[in-house]
């Protein structure tokens, strides 16, 4: 008993020793270190979390760790904990990163934040590690900023600007020495300048460097004269330059401000090399029209290569009336001085090789070189913007019309059945049990209308926005099921229907979209037959043609009125609405879903009835 006491007292005594030695060993520590509970109650702040926040231990001590937080971490704070005491979702127990603090002054801080979890007692645990990081984020954004200007003010000098060490390897190269060598930065960065150098300056550049060092003679540091360069293709160019000496940390490093003097002629091959490459068409032309310089951008908008324009007037790409205009629009401006496009853009309209018209943006500019004038035109094929604006134009128009006509043509039916109700609690009033059973017979085909007509709308919704994978489809299963399907329809048993399946192959595309090409096509052969003919027909045919699936519904129906044909795959137009009601989106739909399907769908009179053809490009 008494060794077990004694036991027990030691246990104590080493539980207190390393207790007291682990308080220790926290409170010296640099970082912060914050325990807090389950519930976000701070169990304990060392030495470090005080200086580093302003507050005392009991300030803090049983408080929820939100009050060193700013918003939003202090808003947020106990839905995180709550979250992942719900989830196990951890989204930074066990990892660093940077957040803010508050400091008891209520100044916001930035510092490094460390969570682990830990189980004491069977009680859950978080300790934290703080590290203020104010100083060093200060110092980063500082230094940051600084290159920023420096590498600013390098890369956008009008100049070249070269950097080399002691030993005459390059250490910096901006963009305008890129420009003017030729090379790009990475080519050169860590080779001896002498690479920019052509004889006798290459061979002799090593021992420029070596007699300053021995002998500290200066003969082009700290002054400027011209030398010779040599870009990477190999050709020597005259160039100004200036030399200055810089120690950085105890290292010397020579600048030097390099100048291209070539004028016009180095001018020009850059130009065309940058315009070869520009996204835009650039054309120039000399004052009587004549084209001297067609870039690659333009030989794909045109369809003309260069050599079959350069020398041209300008005219032979342009249609009526610029293509007769232009040479009296360039002799008035020279008479006259009166600028009607030069100095400002606008839409004109262009013509390919091939002789087709299209838009585009031109502008126009004047220069002077050496006493000649000469005009520069930017052109951009806008063919692709003007079809995006009439799509937007088409789709206003129709969401407009969409409006409208869903108001109206859903109220309608409301409006009647609303009437109809009032006439059925009248004739049960009265007694007048048939003519109540009529207007609920009326009510009925309006709410089936409305019915029909809601069910039309969720499924044009669908068919614009539904996203849909491509596979392949089986188009007899397809047919098979729509007959089914209208079996039940009026008048389907008087019905020929003639399937000729010429073609053999797959056909891969979205197949929702197809199979409402299908039924439409069906159920509109079926519903519209002209009842006043001995015998109806459908005909079905599929086939290939010139690499497109043709699917082609003919039947000897109703047809549509001559007069609305222009008005056939337009919403909200029925053509026989005595005949059989319909929301008047089946063929809008119709036609969205072959353009979604990147085919076709069009419409021929026969004569004696209607053809629908759908094409599908087999390579889609």
Do not use: W
């Not at 060993?25 to 302003?54: K, P, W, Y």
């Not at 206003?396 to 109220?411: C, G, I, K, P, V």
């Amino acid at each position: 008993m008494a060794k077990d006491i004694l036991e027990k007292n030691r246990q104590q005594n080493s539980s207190d020793n390393y207790s007291s030695r682990l308080e220790a060993v926290l409170n010296t520590v640099i970082d912060g270190i914050i325990t807090i509970n389950s519930r976000g109650i701070i169990q304990s702040f060392n030495a470090s979390a005080e200086r580093i926040f302003g507050y005392e231990p009991e300030e803090v001590i049983g408080q929820n760790v939100k009050m060193l937080m700013p918003d939003p971490y202090h808003t947020e704070h106990d839905g995180y904990l709550s979250n992942y005491h719900s989830t196990g979702d951890k989204k930074i127990i066990g990892i660093g990163r940077e957040v803010e603090a508050q400091r008891k002054d209520g100044s916001v801080f930035s510092m490094e934040l460390g969570v682990n979890e830990m189980d004491i007692s069977g009680e859950k645990m978080f300790v934290g590690t703080i590290r203020d990081i104010s100083d060093r984020k200060l110092a980063e954004q500082a230094l940051k900023d600084n290159q920023a200007k420096l590498q600013a003010i390098v890369e956008n000098t009008v100049d070249g600007l070269i950097t080399i060490d002691e030993k005459g390897l390059i250490e910096t190269f901006n963009k305008a020495c890129e420009i003017i060598f030729g090379y790009p930065a990475e080519e050169v960065i860590g080779q001896n300048v002498k690479v920019l150098m052509p004889a006798p300056y290459h061979d002799e550049h090593d021992g420029y460097l070596k007699n300053y060092h021995n002998t500290g003679e200066r003969k082009i540091i700290g002054t400027g004269r011209q030398v010779e360069g040599r870009k990477k293709d190999g050709s020597i160019f005259p160039l100004d330059l200036s030399i200055s000496e810089v120690n950085v940390k105890g290292r010397k490093i020579f600048s030097g401000i390099v100048r291209d003097i070539t004028e016009l002629q180095e001018t020009q091959k850059r130009l065309a090399a940058v315009l070869d490459n520009t996204v835009d068409g650039l054309i120039t032309i000399d004052e009587t029209g004549t084209v001297e310089h067609y870039n690659k951008s333009c030989e794909s908008i045109f369809g003309y290569k260069a050599v079959e324009v350069i020398g041209q007037n300008v005219k032979i790409l342009m249609p009526e009336p610029y293509h007769n205009e232009h040479d009296g629009y360039l002799k008035n401006y020279h008479d006259t001085g009166i600028k009607k496009i030069i100095g400002s853009g606008r839409e004109v309209e262009g013509q390919r090789k091939d002789g087709s018209i299209f838009p585009v943006d031109l502008s126009v500019s004047e220069v002077q070189v050496q006493g000649r004038k000469l005009y520069s035109g930017i052109v951009r094929d806008i063919s692709e913007r003007r079809a995006a604006e009439e799509q937007i134009q088409q789709a206003n128009a129709e969401l407009e019309e969409f409006s409208y006509r869903t108001s109206h043509d859903l109220r309608s039916p409301l409006v009647s059945s609303i009437r109809l109700l009032e006439m059925v609690d009248d004739a049960i009033r009265k007694g007048e049990t048939d003519r109540a059973l009529q207007s609920t017979a009326f009510i009925h085909d309006s709410l089936q209308k409305l019915e029909e007509l809601v069910k039309d709308i969720l499924q044009l919704t669908q068919t614009k926005n539904v996203d849909e994978r491509k596979s392949v489809i089986d188009f007899v299963k397809i047919l098979d099921d729509a007959l089914h399907d209208f079996s039940q329809m009026d008048n389907f048993s008087r019905l020929v229907i003639e399937r000729i399946q010429l073609f053999e192959g797959e056909v891969k595309v979205e197949k929702s979209r197809f199979v409402l090409i299908v039924e439409n096509l069906i159920s509109n052969a079926v519903k519209y037959q002209d009842l006043n003919k001995k015998t109806s027909f459908i005909k079905i045919s599929t086939f290939n043609e010139q690499h497109n699936f043709v699917l082609e519904v003919r039947d000897n129906g109703l047809g549509v009125p001559k007069k609305q044909q222009e008005n056939l795959f337009k919403m909200f137009k029925r053509f026989h609405p005595r005949t059989s009601f319909g929301s008047g989106l089946g063929l809008y739909m119709m036609k969205k879903s072959a353009d979604i399907l990147g085919g076709k769908i069009t419409f021929r009179d026969s004569g004696d009835g209607s053809v629908f053809r759908l094409e599908i490009p087999l390579n889609n």
